[in-house]
């Protein structure tokens, strides 16, 4: 079956260093991928997404790049701010799915980031 | 942006008693809403779907007897957690998905954290 295998937390981080949340997945076919954020109190929200091999998602400065040779999408940030302290997930569709089915996600665990000034 | 709200954010119950957590789309219509439960150091898990007037589809493992699912609007959906035990204990959030702008999109609520004495 399809799982997202992220690296375990919590990461800390002083303000300005750059950041690397690994994400590996192991999924049937060609699923979609996501990265989501969840900051302190809120719901989750969509960071960034890619949905074909060597795309690139970006947002807010965060980059993930899907790598379907090493079925990876690290998330990448060169210079992490206090304000990016929070919860990041990795997640998958089910590759193949239509409809409603194409909305499950998969995710990992979550990786909690605190950024220090 | 769209906005889900879920409550309550957190509830602590004695075992026996049933628990109802609310999910509504708040400037949606959603016409499929999920739900999800985090076990601690675990990923999110996806329990069911449900789909405005109809019946849920439970994932494998998930008793539909216990976990109640209601979608009787567009813009709500409940979960009740009938004769809670501590096992129950767990981290639940919900998605909905926001079908009538055409760029369909999912929204979380902030998630209802459930301790089971």
């Known amino acids: 079956g399809n799982s997202v295998t992220q690296m375990e937390g919590p990461v800390t981080l002083s303000e300005e260093a750059f950041l690397t949340i690994n994400c590996t997945y192991t999924?049937?076919?060609?699923?979609?991928l996501f990265w989501y954020v969840q900051y302190p109190g809120e719901g989750l929200q969509l960071l960034l997404k890619?949905?074909?091999?060597?795309d690139k998602g970006s947002n807010k400065g965060f980059e993930a790049t899907y790598r379907k040779e090493t079925t990876s999408f690290h998330l990448e940030k060169g210079s992490v701010q206090v304000s990016d302290s929070a919860v990041y997930f990795c997640a998958l569709t089910h590759a193949g799915d239509s409809g409603a089915g194409s909305y499950q996600l998969t995710f990992g665990k979550g990786t909690k980031l605190s950024v220090i000034p | 942006g769209a906005v889900v709200s879920q409550h309550p954010s957190w509830v602590i119950c004695k075992s026996g008693t049933s628990v109802k957590i609310e999910c509504r789309s708040l400037?949606?219509?959603?016409?499929?809403m999920f739900w999800y439960r985090q076990f601690p150091k675990q990923s999110l898990m996806l329990m069911a779907t449900?789909?405005?007037?109809?019946?849920?589809?439970?994932e494998q493992g998930v008793e539909k007897d216990k976990f109640l699912i209601n979608h009787a609007s567009l813009t709500l959906s409940t979960l009740t957690v009938t004769s809670a035990h501590p096992e129950d204990s767990s981290f639940y959030i919900c998605s909905a998905r926001d079908g009538g702008t055409g760029d369909e999109k999912l929204f979380f609520g902030s998630g209802t954290q459930l301790s089971v004495l």
């Open positions: 449900s789909n405005e007037g109809s019946k849920a589809t439970y």
């Open positions: 400037d949606f219509q959603a016409t499929t």
């Open positions: 890619a949905t074909k091999a060597d």
């Open positions: 999924a049937t076919g060609y699923p979609s």
